[in-house]
């Protein structure tokens, strides 16, 4: 809905005229100390009245004139000179005002606000309340390419109203605590943004699944049930935080991923239809080149490098890898990745779903990464914004892309120790040159001090809401120019659903509130309708609940990955269980066996070997002797008679251990004399 729908005319009449005042109460203050963008006006409070002085409160604007020229300022500190009021007397004070342009009469009448100040004010200049004329004057961004997002604060008669091209272009933020409104705000200025620009498309990473109920009619809503990623159009660094968790990657296997990968993808294209061949052939294919492959032909490349005689130090890292990717394939929270669907060339297919190509009068994609597991949704936001960038660059200006973060600071923190690079540099380059391809970013984010300063201080429009955080309102104060500096000193104070905004999609900056959205469009999570549910902790399913958590009601379907992977890859588990179909049966335990458990027999441990005297060579009988008295064990075979000259070996005394009946045993019977 545009500004023409809801923009009012400013009402004529206190905010305009002051001819009913007493002639001693027709000006306000007068100035007394003036800088180069700052001026101190003195007033007085007649008898203690305060009907006039309420008009001074901060974060108003005020007007001061200067010949035919009124200066325009906004009130941001006050005090009395006593720090005292006294009732029925005069009370004299003092206001700080911060000055951000002027309305300027031309010579045939016409009057025009600008932000530049061609005549500052002079001492003794009277400044007074500010015209309701002048407010529309100065917050109006010109007709056909506004929005109205609210009202201003200082006056609810006067629409708040944005640009939406130079919103767009140049980026976007809104900042603010946790529940004043965030969401909320971001879908109005969504819903106006595509209601200006036929032409864009919006792309939600949504952490919290809330912004699907915002968007009934103009969205749909892509989950891990609903998504076919291939695995394949990662890059490799983005492969690799897949397949190891999170973790960083053990070098050795990264640089054997790189060698591997493009072997598996020129496998695949030589299987692979003609016309396909022809167009990857002319270009070489990488690690990173998004053509697909087989993760059968990749374990089979790796078992062909284990089988190799030469290379014995890399087999461990080999065989480790070969470990992580198969884990990797039978987590069923990776079905999107490895499913059936991902294995043929859907890149059209997924970028026509995922980027509304074309859109079908639903422009906005809502991406829900709560049901993405944490070790993967770095990777996943990494494709996305890459993808959303080379669409649009290469579509040539047919596609307005916007794409907007919530919970920013988890994808591009300030720390750069911390994140995920490749995501970082994927957003960060929408920032730094996305505006050139039309690409758009939207960065909503409760903590701007852990966000990266270069990202966002690449958003020319910024809506501040509450901040209670010293740091945050600092950084938002660095961001905002030098000229309204002011306007944050009650950024900590403004209630939910306000908002300062400023920017190039501003003129001047405001402190306005966000129009009310009605109950049907606001954003909640998925099973917010179901939180007043009949259940109660005494009556709930626990087994729903572990089933959901555990994610095997319904497992990936891989059969045939596991067909191919049991026909090329020699002596593979799994290709017993090949024939089955995961992906259409639940879980079930396997049943235990009709068969009773064998009984323990001490037999079917394992014994040393038994010489039988008849093969065996001959053994000292002296030495044998002495290794059955350490096991204990009764002889297996006659031992023959010792020679005459030669005592014989006895047994251990009962209650004697070995080294005592050892050591009663005369030197000479220990060896051989011979």
């Known amino acids: 809905m545009l500004n023409n729908d809801l923009r009012v005319s400013g009402k004529a009449g206190e905010h305009d005229r002051r001819d009913g005042h007493a002639p001693g109460n027709r000006f306000l203050g007068r100035v007394v100390a003036c800088s180069g963008s700052r001026a101190t006006i003195a007033a007085v409070a007649e008898q203690g009245g305060t009907d006039l002085t309420e008009l001074w409160s901060v974060g108003r604007l005020i007007s001061i004139s200067v010949g035919r020229n009124r200066v325009v300022a906004l009130v941001y500190s006050m005090n009395t000179g006593s720090h005292a009021w006294g009732e029925g007397e005069d009370n004299y004070f003092k206001i700080e005002t911060e000055l951000l342009g002027e309305v300027r009469v031309d010579e045939d009448g016409r009057e025009e606000f600008s932000t530049g100040i061609s005549r500052y004010p002079y001492l003794g200049a009277i400044a007074h309340r500010i015209r309701s004329a002048?407010?529309?004057r100065i917050y109006d961004a010109g007709e056909g390419t506004t929005a109205v997002i609210g009202k201003l604060t200082q006056d609810e008669s006067i629409d708040a109203a944005i640009h939406i091209p130079s919103m767009l272009s140049k980026h976007f933020a809104v900042v603010g605590s946790t529940g004043v409104g965030k969401s909320t705000a971001v879908s109005l200025l969504l819903h106006k943004a595509i209601a200006?620009?036929?032409?864009?498309?919006?792309?939600i990473l949504?952490?919290?699944?809330?912004?699907?109920?915002?968007?009934?009619?103009?969205?749909?809503?892509?989950?891990?049930?609903?998504?076919?990623?291939?695995?394949?159009?990662m890059r490799l660094e983005e492969f690799a935080e897949v397949v190891f968790r999170g973790r960083p990657p053990v070098p050795d296997e990264l640089d054997m991923l790189r060698d591997i990968m493009p072997e598996a993808k020129r496998a695949f294209r030589g299987s692979d239809n003609s016309l396909v061949r022809r167009t990857t052939e002319k270009s070489s294919i990488t690690a990173d080149t998004p053509v697909p492959y087989r993760m059968a032909d990749l374990l089979a490349l790796i078992d062909e490098r284990i089988g190799r005689l030469e290379g014995r130090q890399e087999k461990p890292f080999l065989r480790s890898l070969k470990m992580r990717l198969i884990a990797a394939i039978n987590d069923p929270r990776y079905h999107f990745m490895f499913s059936n669907n991902t294995i043929s060339d859907t890149i059209t297919e997924t970028i026509a779903q995922i980027f509304r190509v074309p859109g079908e009068n639903r422009p906005i994609c809502t991406f829900q990464l709560a049901g993405i597991p944490s070790e993967v949704v770095n990777s996943v936001a990494s494709v996305l914004c890459r993808m959303a960038f080379e669409v649009a660059l290469w579509s040539e200006g047919a596609i307005h892309m916007l794409v907007v973060c919530e919970e920013a600071h988890r994808y591009i923190p300030s720390d750069p120790s911390l994140g995920f690079v490749p995501t970082r540099q994927a957003i960060a380059r929408i920032a730094k040159e996305g505006r050139k391809y039309g690409v758009s970013l939207g960065i909503i984010t409760q903590r701007p001090g852990e966000l990266d300063q270069t990202i966002l201080s690449q958003?020319?429009?910024?809506?501040?809401?509450?901040?209670?955080?010293?740091?945050?309102?600092?950084?938002?104060?660095?961001?905002?120019?030098?000229?309204?500096?002011?306007?944050?000193?009650?950024?900590?104070?403004?209630?939910?659903?306000?908002?300062?905004?400023?920017?190039?999609?501003?003129?001047?900056?405001?402190r306005m509130r966000f129009s009310r959205v009605d109950e049907t469009l606001?954003?909640?999570?998925?099973?917010?309708?179901?939180?007043?549910?009949?259940?109660?902790?005494?009556?709930?399913?626990?087994r729903k609940i572990v089933t959901r958590m555990r994610a095997v009601t319904v497992g990936p379907d891989i059969s045939n990955f596991q067909q191919s992977l049991a026909a090329s890859v020699v002596g593979f588990d799994g290709a017993d269980d090949a024939e089955e179909d995961l992906g259409d049966k639940p879980y079930a335990p396997p049943a235990p066996s009709a068969a009773p458990l064998e009984s323990y027999r001490r037999e079917l441990l394992p014994q040393a070997p038994r010489l039988d005297p008849a093969t065996s060579p001959s053994i000292d009988p002296r030495l044998d002797a002495l290794r059955r008295e350490m096991r204990r064990e009764e002889p297996v075979f006659p031992r023959p008679a010792p020679p005459a000259d030669q005592p014989a070996i006895t047994r251990r005394e009962p209650g004697t251990s070995l080294r005592e009946s050892i050591l009663k045993k005369p030197l000479s019977s220990l060896y051989n004399k011979d």
Not at 218 to 223: G, L, P, Y
Request: aromatic share 6%.
């Open 522 to 542: 606001l954003p909640k999570a998925s099973n917010a309708n179901n939180k007043h549910s009949e259940e109660d902790p005494d009556s709930v399913d626990l």
């Open 134 to 136: 002048d407010l529309m």
């Open 206 to 233: 949504d952490p919290h699944n809330e912004f699907a109920a915002a968007f009934p009619n103009h969205a749909v809503t892509i989950d891990t049930d609903t998504l076919d990623l291939p695995f394949w159009l």
């Open 459 to 510: 958003c020319s429009t910024l809506f501040a809401m509450r901040l209670a955080n010293d740091r945050d309102q600092e950084i938002i104060r660095s961001a905002i120019p030098n000229s309204s500096i002011s306007t944050t000193s009650f950024i900590s104070s403004i209630g939910n659903g306000e908002a300062i905004a400023f920017g190039e999609a501003i003129s001047v900056p405001m």
């Open 196 to 203: 200006a620009d036929p032409k864009l498309r919006v792309l």
